[in-house]
Structure formats: structure tokens, C-alpha cells
């Protein structure tokens, strides 16, 4: 290790305290654990007892909890509405993840290109979903999508086709697909506009120089330096695509194709908020919990270096 | 990570750069952005139409026909039971200006130890943090509840605030950030001058971050402002509730009870104006200057 | 460096601890033990404008305050009365349905209030009576309202396409296919899939009962013959096409109200209040009539919705809870209040007959005698035993008949799947089945 020196030329020790990193850390550390990991160990916990009822059942004194070993899991992974669910999910996800990724990435770049008109009103107007609050979405969705009150469906009525219904078994996808994209594409778009305006513009310089396309300025030069946001934005909307519950629960209402347990989380929520069963709840948070670990830790791995390529490993 | 001296400020150069680029529209990008733009705004629209409408009108006439009862709908949003919907926005703007502040900083902090440093347990410690997207908050709700029941917090604004500045998403697009923006040498430099550990975080590190620390603001913003499950959980006091709770009790009051179809659908559209405000200001956060020149690899 | 390092952490732990500590002592509720001083009690309830009642209790009850809050209703918050009874914060009173209160006292969330409502329990039908006691001598909680299920349909509608108003169930399915033939594009009515509650009120009219008690044993029949019965009436008449399937309370569902696609709803006494938020411009086109009936001779009726005002077992005051529960339901103005107020149907037998109901509702203008025929009816109502498990039914009786509508089944395998779920899960709880 060379000596520094100061600007007068005294030599200057390094005094980095070793313990500097842990104390930038610590608050994050702290709520952290209050917050976070607490009420995951309580519901880690849980999961491993249950209810017994003495009796009647009703009155003082009848439900007790007992240890219950691995009867949750056991019925959680026995249950075929889980593995159904988690069936949908995937499906769910195979459509969405390309359609919402690809269209955040295309809007991003068209947005760094610097002759593209109405890029502040689109980028505003794309971010502006994420800004409606999800209280009214079942409204909102039921009037864009019942037949009896979609303007989509009385254009096509009015123009002599017949109505498309969005909300069978099979048309449900689409249906939840374009929710999710609609509301989730402006914030990802952010993350990585935000990312592409970090790149200092003498990168693309030379290569228009020389006389590449904007496209392939965009495919070569653009695309490769803010893969770590790219695979930010994707690992992240992988994690939410497999906990997926609010689009889901705002068509159930309005649709006999979906389920109260569609998706695992709706199962979770189920237990634990309608039928006030919160082992069986945190007994399937955590196979969920485990199976996306799985999948996100093996992404991570393929994409390791690329995530934190700029930094010194 | 290669790193070169300081370069001279990129202002200089910028003018003749901008002067050799063709200065014509693309017609197709344009346009493009142009359709992902309505694409995103008719929901929109919908909204800002069926708050013009009276509630006989909602659901009666065609969906996309406007009405003229929009300060109808206000007045009787702004009347309703006090004016409890104002003070459930002062709530909201409260929960989600401070809470966003402090989990940017938060995030901030936690991003720059991440990236900047090695020291052991660094692996570890930020799997561990990511981790905490695994779980998803509907099952930590209630358990959530308990244990601030014990703290004695319930139904306070600090079981809201408290829970939601932790964001792992925030930390890990810090780390990101921190890693892309800040060059190891303005550190060190730092460092050699006698700064501070605290002051070179305050000084050099936090400018630079900021676009990155904005983008993590109004993410955590939205998501605190847009939270429901959380405070509904928390509060059992109405006047604390933030305008998501507020609304949806008006939506779902049962089966037996109309629901207020109108008042919530003009909340909802009043609660989207403040987004937008703080949208327009933070954009010019995101015209970023690079401290240095230094090529990344 | 360093100092500046320990002066920021523990500045900051500092601050972040007494922050704690400030909110912890400010949060509680300060629950004078004093006698003398007023006593604070916290409410529960999802009846709108009730503070307005409550404040006429307050004014003449200097020391005993009570402060209602709405904050979510029926099943919510049940969960939120639940969790909140496990972290030792109840609130002193609650707005239970009916069909909660076995999961409630089940979990030991409510006082027993026999002691301060001897004197209330005349004023209540002894069906009414029955479900707050749960058959054992406690009393649980005081009775609010009822919902004694009736029908309503557009008088101008019916006269339009020739129809007679339905006086039994074979009736109403041949108004339904004479509906279809006449007017293809309405329906009598529609079948929802998201409504447990009107689809038990119904089965209560066929006399159906899904759950009993005999000593400390369960029996569970949610396929009994009753309600195969309802059931397969209700699938045959959407098989056949000639009722709707789409859910209720969706904007489709409301415009359908609006604009005749739908000229008939089996409902309950609350009807016309959601009627009149839903379709305001369809004000004195509607009439009520009671419901169809199995047979020409019976005159049964079943239950949907109705709430109870229940008592904490965490309250802290709890004699004063029930003094104010017993207030509520029973005293002339609260009663009154809670009509005009909240439009509820009250289940106080003199607030029945009270003068809030003398006339009849805004939106039924055109039927002077709305709420005599009500009374009648109402009197009419079949009582009901819930389990302690009703959510898991009823929540499996959307998914199966859901699914039952979506793929074309017989209805009567939704019902067998509700038995199934039912059953399984007090199984898995350790209750004894019989």
C-alpha cells in the first residue's frame, strides 16, 4: 500500500475504521431485522403449529395451539390448487415478463434518443398508471372490460363484430396480462431511462461517427451498458410475477373464470385474512418463499457478472 | 474497473456535440411513444370522466360521455363527514413524503456501504436484505401488527412510517447506482484531503447518487402512497387513515350499503394530481452531470 | 473520523429510541380506572352516519364516551376484531354479523353480556334471540338488524311484457323463460356466484340447515335435501339460459339495473337503499313482493345480512359497553337514528312498528305500505344455527359455484364441494364430527 499524501505534502495515515461499512449499515440492519425478519420468524413459527379445538369449540378456553410438525406443509404441498396455482403463475409470467420488459426497454431507449418530440408528455403519461390508486381498479377494469359498459366492446359492436369476451378461462390471461402491463411498464422504464442517462454521451459519439445507425448504436452500445438495470428491473418483476394477487383479485369480482385461490398468494391471503388461518398461510408463504429463492438464485448466478460488473469484485 | 485522471468537464464539449447531430424529428419513434402514451392514459381518461358524472349518471350513460357534475363531486367529496378525505390526503402526503425521504436516505446509505466498501459478511449481509423481497407483505401484516402492538405502536402513524423505510428494491438500485456514478478515485481523493468518512458520503457521495436516490424516492413514494394492506392493518382510526383506506371504505361498505361509487372515483382522481406535481418536479433530477469524465467499462 | 462515526450512531439510536418511547406513551389509550372519571369506549361499526346516533348517547351519558370508528365491515373486520384481540387491543364494542359470531366466541374475542340484557330480550323474535345466544345460556351480543329476504321488480316491466308477479318458485322459472321468449335481450334476473349470503338466505327458506349441534358434536349438512333443491332450481334455470349468471354488485350489474336488462333481484329489506345508490333514475318503478315459495300453501322466508352489536372480552368497561349495546337497539331515538341514519331494518320488534317506518322508503314512493308488508315478512324469517368455521364455506361456495357456472356443471356438485371443504376443515381444527 503506497503512502498518501496530503496537499502539503505531509504523509497521511489511512484511518478508514475497519468498522465504517457495518456503521453505514446499521440502520438499514436494524429496521431490517425489527421489521422484516421478526414477523418472518413469527410466521416461520407458526407455520409449524396449528389450531386444536376441545369440545364444542365454543366458549373460553376451546381453541388451543399445539405443535402441528409438518402437517402445514404437508397439506400445503399436498394441495393440488397450490400446484395448479403456481401452473397459472408461470403461464402468467411467460406472457408478461417479455411483453412488460420489452416494451420498458423499447420506451427507455426511444426516450434517450434525442430527436424523438413528446418525450416529456410520454414519459409522463407512461409513469401515470403506476399513479392510480388500486382501490378503484376493480371499478375501473369492470368498466373497461364487461361488455355492457366497455367502450372497447361498443366500438367493436357498433362496427358489426361480435364482442370478444376478455374474461373466459382462457382470454382471462390477456386480460390480467394487459393490467400488469399497463401498470407496472412506466416505473420499470424508469429504472432503466435513469440508467441509459447515466451513460456519458462520448460512448455513442464515436460510434456515430463512424457512421452506425441509432438502432444499432442502441442494440451494441446501449443495451450492454445498462444490463445491470435490465436485469435489476427483470429479477425484481420475476419475484413480483411469482407473488402476483391484486390484478387477479380485482377481476374476481367481476368474472366467474377466476378463483378465490388462483394464484399462491391468493391462497395465502385467503387463509389468512378470510378464513383467519394463519398457519396454513405462513406454512405456504414459506414453500413459495422457498421455490422463489430457487428460481431468482439461479437467474442471479447466470447473470452475476453482468449485475455488478462495475464494481470491483 | 478502469479509471482514468479527471478529464475536463463535459460542459465544454457538450454545444459542438449537439451541433453535429441531424437535427430532423423521427417520425417513428415519436409515434411509437406517442401509442404507449394513449395505451397508458385511456384508464386514465376513464377515471377523469366518471368523476364529472353525477351518481345516477355513472351508471347509466355511455362510459366515455362526460358529465358536468365534476364540482358537484368535490364539494360533496370535500363534505363528507367533515372533510375527512382532505385530512386523509394531509395523512397520505405525511406517510409517504416522510416515509419516501427517509427510505431514499436510508436506501442511499445502505447502497454506497454495499458498493463502495469490502468488508466481510458484504455478501451475506446483501442477500440476506434482498431476501426480504421473498416474503411478501401480506403475510407479514399481521405478525407485523403484534409485535408493534407489543412496542405499543398500533394505530399510531409510526406503525405505518416505520415498516415501510425498508425497501430491498430501493437498496439494491442504490447499490447499482452507487457502483455506476461514483469513481473510486473522487473517494480516495477524499479520503487523502482528511474528509470524514460521514462527510465524504454527505459531500461526494449523496450529489452524485441523487438521480439514482430520486428515481428510489419516488419509487418508495408511490409505493407508500398507492399501500393499503399496511395501513389498514395498523389503524383502527379512521381520521389516520391514509386516502387508500379512506376510499376503500367508502367502495366496500357491504352488501346492504350503497356504495359511494362517485366519491371514490373523484378521490381517486384528486389523488393522482399530487403524483403527477411531484412527477414534474423530480424530472429534472434525472438530467444528470457526471462529475468526472472516466470511461466505465 | 471515528468520533464523528459513534457521535452520528448514537445520535441517531438515541433519537430513534426516544422517538419510540414518545409515540408508545402517547398511543395508548388512557382507560381511566378511576370511577369518577369519564369512561372512554371505542366502536367498530360500518353503519354509515352512525356517529350522528352516537352523539345523541353522549349527550345524555356524560360518563360514558363513546367514539365510533369505521374502518372496514363484516368479514374484515372480523379479522381485524381477531388480530387485534391476540395483540390484547381490542375495541370495547364491535359490529358482528350473525354469521360471525360463532367464529368470534369460538375465539374467545366476545364478553358474555347476559347479566345487562335480561331485560332487552322481549324486544327480539326468538329466531333473532336464538342466534346471539348460539343455544347455550350466554348471551353474546344484542341484536342490530335483519334482513328477511323479499323480491323486488319493476312494476312497469312486468306490466310491459305481460308478466304476473311469481307467487312460488315454479312461477318465477316460467316468468324467467317467458322473459327470454318475449324480450331476448333481458333477463328476470341473474344468479351470482359472489353472494354466500343470498344464496344461504334462500336455502333458509327451503328450511335447509347447514350445520347442527347435538352435546359437544357437530354435524355438518350443507348438501342436505333442502339445499340440493335450491340449488338445482337455480342451475336448471341457468342451464336452460333463462336467468343471467354475471355477479351482482359489478358495474355491469348496475347498469343492467339501470337500463332493464335485469327486472327482478330476490334481495332483502335493505333493497331499496342500494337500489337508490345504484340506480337512482329507476325510482318508482320498482315494487316489493315476497319472496316465490316452494308451495302455493307456505309462507317462509329466508335471512341475508343483518348485524349484531357485540361486546369485548378485552374491554375494560364492560358493563358499560352493554349498557350502550342495549341503548343502541332498543331505545326509540338510537333505533330511529339507526333507520334514517345507517337505513337499516331494525331487528327491535317496537322499532319495527316504530315511526321511522311509518312511511315507506323514497325509492319505493309508490308502495305506501312498504314496511307493513316488511313486518310481515319479516315475521316469517326461518332461523339459521352458523358454525364455527363460515368462512371457509362460504368462500368455497364461490369458488365451486364459480367454477360450476364456467365450466357448465350441475350445481349440485358446488354444493358437495362446499360440504367437503366444511367438513375437512373442522376436521383438520379437531372438532368432533358427527
Redesign the interface.
Known amino acids: 500500500m503506497t503512502t498518501a499524501v496530503d496537499r502539503v505534502g505531509r504523509p497521511v495515515r489511512r484511518t478508514t475504521s475497519r468498522a465504517v461499512p457495518y456503521a453505514f449499515l446499521a440502520p438499514a440492519i436494524v429496521l431490517f431485522t425489527v421489521f422484516l425478519l421478526l414477523p418472518i420468524g413469527y410466521a416461520a413459527y407458526l407455520s409449524f403449529r396449528r389450531v386444536q379445538v376441545k369440545g364444542l369449540g365454543l366458549g373460553p378456553g376451546s381453541r388451543i395451539e399445539v405443535f402441528a410438525g409438518l402437517a402445514n406443509y404437508r397439506a400445503a404441498l399436498g394441495d393440488g390448487e397450490l400446484w395448479r396455482g403456481a401452473l397459472r403463475v408461470l403461464g402468467y409470467g411467460a406472457i408478461l415478463l417479455p411483453t412488460m420488459l420489452g416494451l420498458a426497454l423499447l420506451f427507455a431507449l426511444l426516450l434517450d434518443l434525442h430527436r424523438s418530440r413528446l418525450r416529456r408528455f410520454s414519459r409522463i403519461s407512461i409513469f401515470l398508471p403506476y399513479a392510480v390508486p388500486s382501490v378503484i381498479a376493480s371499478l375501473l377494469w369492470g368498466f373497461l372490460y364487461l361488455p355492457a359498459v366497455s367502450p372497447g366492446q361498443y366500438l367493436l359492436r357498433a362496427a358489426g363484430f361480435s364482442e370478444i369476451d376478455l374474461m373466459t378461462s382462457r382470454t382471462i390471461y390477456v386480460a390480467l396480462v394487459n393490467i400488469a402491463v399497463w401498470g407496472g411498464v412506466g416505473f420499470n422504464m424508469l429504472v432503466i431511462y435513469t440508467a441509459l442517462r447515466a451513460i456519458p454521451h462520448e460512448l455513442y459519439e464515436s460510434a456515430r461517427l463512424d457512421g452506425c445507425s441509432e438502432f444499432q448504436v442502441a442494440w451494441r452500445i446501449k443495451i450492454p451498458l445498462v444490463m445491470p438495470a435490465l436485469i435489476l428491473t427483470t429479477v425484481f418483476s420475476a419475484i413480483a410475477t411469482l407473488q402476483v394477487f391484486s390484478e387477479p383479485t380485482t377481476l374476481r369480482p367481476l368474472t366467474n373464470s377466476l378463483s378465490t385461490t388462483w394464484t399462491p398468494l391468493m391462497k395465502v391471503y385467503r387463509d389468512a385474512f378470510v378464513r383467519n388461518d394463519l398457519y396454513s398461510a405462513a406454512a405456504t408463504t414459506m414453500v413459495l418463499a422457498v421455490f422463489t429463492l430457487i428460481v431468482s438464485l439461479g437467474f442471479l448466478r447466470l447473470v452475476q457478472s453482468r449485475a455488478f460488473g462495475q464494481e470491483n469484485q | ?1 478502469t479509471t482514468t485522471a479527471a478529464a475536463p468537464p ?1 460542459e465544454e ?2 454545444p459542438e ?1 449537439t451541433r ?7 417520425v417513428l ?2 409515434l ?3 401509442l ?9 381518461a ?2 377523469v370522466i ?1 368523476s364529472t358524472k353525477s ?2 349518471e ?3 350513460t ?3 360521455a362526460p358529465g358536468v357534475s365534476i364540482f358537484d363531486n368535490v364539494v360533496d367529496l370535500s363534505t363528507y ?1 367533515g372533510g375527512i378525505y382532505w385530512r386523509w390526503t394531509v395523512n397520505t402526503a405525511l406517510y409517504a413524503g416522510v416515509g419516501g425521504l427517509a427510505s431514499a436516505f ?1 436506501s442511499g ?2 447502497g ?4 463502495k ?3 466481510p459478511g ?1 455478501a451475506f ?1 446483501f442477500n ?2 434482498l ?6 407483505s ?10 408493534l ?10 406503525a405505518v412510517l ?2 415501510s ?2 425497501s430491498p ?1 430501493g ?3 442504490a447499490r ?2 452507487a ?3 461514483i469513481p ?1 478515485s473522487l473517494i ?1 481523493a477524499a ?4 474528509a ?4 465524504i ?1 454527505t459531500a461526494v457521495a449523496l450529489p452524485v447518487m441523487r ?2 436516490l430520486v ?1 428510489v424516492f ?2 418508495q413514494f ?1 409505493a407508500i ?2 399501500n ?1 394492506l399496511l395501513p ?2 395498523m ?4 381520521r389516520k ?1 391514509p ?3 379512506g ?3 367508502l ?11 362517485t366519491l ?2 373523484t378521490g ?1 382522481l384528486l ?2 394530481i399530487p ?2 406535481a411531484l ?2 418536479t423530480l ?1 429534472r433530477y ?3 452531470d ?1 462529475v468526472s ?1 472516466a ?3 | 473520523m471515528r468520533r464523528g462515526f459513534k457521535r452520528f450512531t448514537t445520535t441517531a439510536t438515541v433519537l430513534l429510541a426516544g422517538a419510540v418511547l414518545v409515540a408508545g406513551c402517547s398511543s395508548g389509550d388512557g382507560g381511566g380506572n378511576n370511577p369518577n372519571q369519564k369512561v372512554e369506549l371505542t366502536f367498530w361499526t360500518w353503519v354509515p352516519n352512525i356517529d350522528k346516533v352516537v352523539e345523541k348517547w353522549n349527550a345524555t351519558h356524560p360518563n360514558i364516551h363513546v367514539t365510533a370508528s369505521n374502518q372496514a365491515q363484516g368479514d374484515e373486520l372480523v379479522t381485524k376484531l381477531l388480530t387485534a384481540a391476540k395483540a390484547g387491543n381490542p375495541p370495547d364494542l364491535a359490529q358482528v354479523e350473525y354469521q360471525a359470531l360463532p367464529t368470534l366466541v369460538s375465539n374467545d374475542v366476545l364478553a358474555d353480556i347476559k347479566n345487562e340484557t335480561t331485560a332487552a330480550k322481549a324486544d327480539f323474535a326468538d329466531g333473532v334471540w336464538a342466534t346471539v345466544t348460539l343455544g347455550t345460556d350466554a348471551v353474546y351480543a344484542v341484536p342490530q338488524d335483519v334482513g328477511p329476504m323479499m323480491l323486488y321488480y319493476r312494476q312497469d316491466e312486468f306490466t310491459r311484457l305481460g308478466l304476473t308477479v311469481p307467487k312460488t318458485w315454479d312461477e318465477f322459472a316460467a316468468a324467467a323463460a317467458t322473459v327470454r321468449t318475449k324480450s331476448p335481450k333481458q333477463f328476470l334476473t341473474t344468479f351470482s356466484s359472489a353472494d354466500p349470503g343470498w344464496f344461504v338466505g334462500l336455502v333458509q327458506q327451503a328450511g335447509g340447515s347447514w350445520w347442527g349441534v347435538n352435546g359437544d358434536t357437530w354435524k355438518v349438512s350443507v348438501n342436505d335435501a333442502a339445499t340440493k333443491k335450491v340449488a338445482d332450481y337455480w342451475g336448471k334455470l341457468v342451464a336452460d339460459g333463462v336467468v343471467d349468471d354475471q355477479p351482482m354488485y359489478t358495474p355491469e350489474w348496475n347498469k343492467a339495473l339501470n337500463d332493464g336488462t335485469l327486472i327482478a333481484w330476490p334481495s332483502a329489506v335493505w333493497g331499496p337503499g342500494v337500489l337508490a345508490g345504484n340506480a337512482a333514475d329507476t325510482k318508482g318503478k320498482w315494487a316489493m313482493a315476497p319472496l316465490p315459495q316452494w308451495s302455493a300453501s307456505e309462507n317462509k322466508t329466508g335471512s341475508w345480512g343483518g348485524s349484531t352489536t357485540g361486546v369485548t372480552k378485552g374491554s375494560k368497561n364492560k358493563a358499560a359497553a352493554a349498557q350502550f349495546a342495549v341503548w343502541l337497539n332498543t331505545d326509540p331515538e338510537a333505533t330511529a337514528g339507526l333507520v334514517r341514519e345507517g337505513g337499516i331494518y331494525p331487528a327491535s320488534k317496537a322499532a319495527q312498528a316504530g315511526p321511522a317506518l311509518q312511511k315507506a322508503p323514497d325509492f319505493f314512493s309508490n308502495q305506501a305500505d312498504f314496511y307493513v308488508v316488511a313486518k310481515g315478512i319479516a315475521d316469517t324469517a326461518a332461523g339459521f344455527t352458523f358454525g364455527p368455521n363460515v368462512n371457509v364455506t362460504y368462500s368455497a361456495y364461490k369458488d365451486s359455484f364459480a367454477k360450476a357456472i364456467a365450466e357448465k356443471t350441475a350445481f349440485a356438485g358446488a354444493v358437495e364441494a362446499m360440504q367437503t371443504a366444511t367438513v375437512s376443515d373442522m376436521q383438520a381444527k379437531g372438532f368432533k364430527l358427527g
Open positions: 474497473m463535459i464539449t457538450r456535440i453535429s447531430r441531424p437535427q430532423g424529428i423521427a419513434p415519436t411509437v411513444l406517442l404507449g402514451a394513449l395505451y397508458c392514459l385511456f384508464p386514465v376513464w377515471v366518471a351518481p345516477g355513472l351508471f347509466r355511455f362510459t366515455f363527514q436510508l446509505i445502505t454506497y456501504a454495499f458498493a466498501f469490502r468488508f458484504r449481509l440476506v436484505l431476501a426480504g423481497v421473498l416474503v411478501p401480506i403475510i407479514l401484516a399481521i405478525p407485523q401488527y403484534l409485535l402492538a407489543k412496542m405499543g405502536l398500533t394505530n399510531t402513524y409510526w416505520l415498516p423505510i425498508v428494491y437498496m439494491y438500485l447499482i447506482y457502483a455506476a456514478a473510486d480516495e479520503r487523502t484531503d482528511g470524514s468518512e460521514w462527510r458520503f438521480p439514482g428515481t419516488l419509487f408511490v402512497w398507492n393499503f389498514f392493518i389503524l383502527s382510526d379512521d387513515f386516502v387508500t383506506v376510499l376503500y371504505t367502495l366496500n361498505r357491504g352488501n346492504t350499503v350503497p356504495a359511494l361509487y371514490v372515483i381517486s389523488s393522482i403524483l403527477v412527477f414534474l424530472q434525472w438530467r444528470i457526471l469524465g470511461v466505465r467499462a
